[in-house]
């Protein structure tokens, strides 16, 4: 077993060379000490600044959503998205058990209760097929809203999440959502650069979010985005991550209670670095991935790629192995010689606090629980040609 464990390692370190191997480390090789610079002479280091409007018009035009609001991270823009998109105090919220722990806390702060169905393997991502099975059973249809017959509370949205980059099967999740009358909010934290159908992730819902922390395709230190189409969603958005101020020379009115989710611009100016660098971080992260999938098809083993009829990103790869006991054995002995491996997360029913939620079998999340390691998927130091004059 370890024999092939090393040669794993060799493929890993013919990619990153010697020495310990994150899993995912950012790469500031272009502008980004420059615009940081230039954002602390100008004072506007806060969440006032051109930087910050430079950056979501950027990955506006990028993923091509109509409005992009830029938050302090991905976690806020989940919140308030997931506000907007009308979940309230005890209402219900679907997404999948097999997702980052963000996911999940961002429902509990609206003060509501996560339902969890499965996911579907090929994707990783929130199955469409378990959405209709779930709802065909406890859905119940009154005053045009959609309730759970078993808690009798609201189900309020469908919380989607494209694992590791890789598209769900979002037309179709959208597709049963509209005949429940149920909102959808795509977490496409995970996904930036990944396409469905020629389409940005994160397009398909009513509201999508991003993330730049650290371990990002790209990253502004800590950032996220609310995106949209709905200019009147966009607008409160807006509104919502800036404290409710309403718009005054000097005067402070708030008319609700809002947030301080707003992107600083010191993030902000890291960001509009990041974006310039992002075509060829993709690039590079798809030549990784093939380089990966040659390997691991020649012996046999499952690597995850790009599902039917979408492109992913490759923002973490990952390697499907036999068993529970060979995933324990892989990550101890690549994380003891210095390559950094990680097992998918925990079920979030594993987790006490999610502990009581509803759920469906969930054979599929709780097959790649015990099966999916995550390998290394930076872009490599000094892959990119040189950017600055
Ligand atoms: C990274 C991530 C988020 C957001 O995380 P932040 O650290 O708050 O930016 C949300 N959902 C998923 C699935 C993620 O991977």
Redesign the pocket.
């Known amino acids: 077993m370890s024999a092939r464990f090393d040669d794993i390692l060799d493929v890993v370190r013919s990619i990153y060379g010697d020495g310990p191997i994150a899993l995912h480390r950012p790469v500031f090789e272009g502008n980004e000490k420059r615009y940081l610079i230039d954002c602390i002479d100008s004072n506007f280091v806060s969440s006032v600044g051109a930087r910050v409007i430079e950056f979501e018009q950027k990955v506006a035009a990028f993923t091509g959503a109509k409005h992009a609001v830029a938050t302090v ?6 919140h308030v998205a997931l506000q907007l998109a009308g979940v309230e105090r005890d209402s219900e919220v679907i997404t999948q058990a097999l ?2 722990i ?2 999940c806390n961002a429902v509990a702060y609206c003060g509501a209760h996560a339902v969890f169905v499965d996911v579907d393997r090929e994707t990783m991502s929130l199955s469409p097929d378990a959405l209709r099975t779930f709802l065909s059973e406890y859905a119940v249809h009154r005053d045009g809203l959609c309730y759970n017959r078993k808690t009798w509370r609201r189900i309020a949205a469908c919380l989607p ?1 494209h ?1 590791f980059g890789h598209p769900a099967r979002i037309k179709e999740i959208i597709a049963v959502c509209d005949e429940y009358g149920i909102s959808v909010v795509e ?1 496409a ?2 996904s930036l650069g990944s396409y469905r159908d020629g389409l940005h992730t994160g397009r398909f819902g009513k509201l999508a ?1 991003l ?3 650290g ?2 395709v790209i990253t502004t230190g ?3 985005m609310i995106l949209t189409d709905d200019s009147e969603l966009a607008a409160r958005a807006k509104h919502i991550t800036t404290t409710a101020k309403v718009p005054h020379p000097f005067e402070f009115v708030h008319d609700e209670t809002g947030y301080n989710y707003r992107l600083p611009n010191l993030n902000a100016a890291l960001g509009c670095a990041q974006m310039e660098r992002l075509d060829e971080f993709l690039r590079i992260k798809a030549d990784i991935a093939a380089r990966y999938e040659a390997f691991f098809d020649a012996n046999g083993m499952h690597f995850v790629t790009s599902p039917a009829g979408a492109v992913s990103n490759y923002w973490l790869n990952a390697l499907v192995l036999d068993s529970r006991a060979e995933r324990d054995a892989f990550l101890q002995y690549s994380n003891q010689r210095g390559v950094m491996t990680r097992p998918i997360w925990r079920l979030m029913t594993q987790l006490e606090m999610y502990s009581g939620c509803q759920h469906d079998g969930l054979d599929n999340s709780r097959w790649l629980e015990d099966r999916v390691v995550n390998i290394p998927s930076s872009v490599p130091d000094n892959a990119l040609p040189a950017l600055n004059p």
């Not at 991270?73 to 989940?78: H, P």
């Open positions: 991270n991905g976690t806020a823009a989940l997702t980052f963000a996911t999440m694992t977490d934290a995970e979010t993330s730049f922390n371990n990002k800590a950032g996220g």
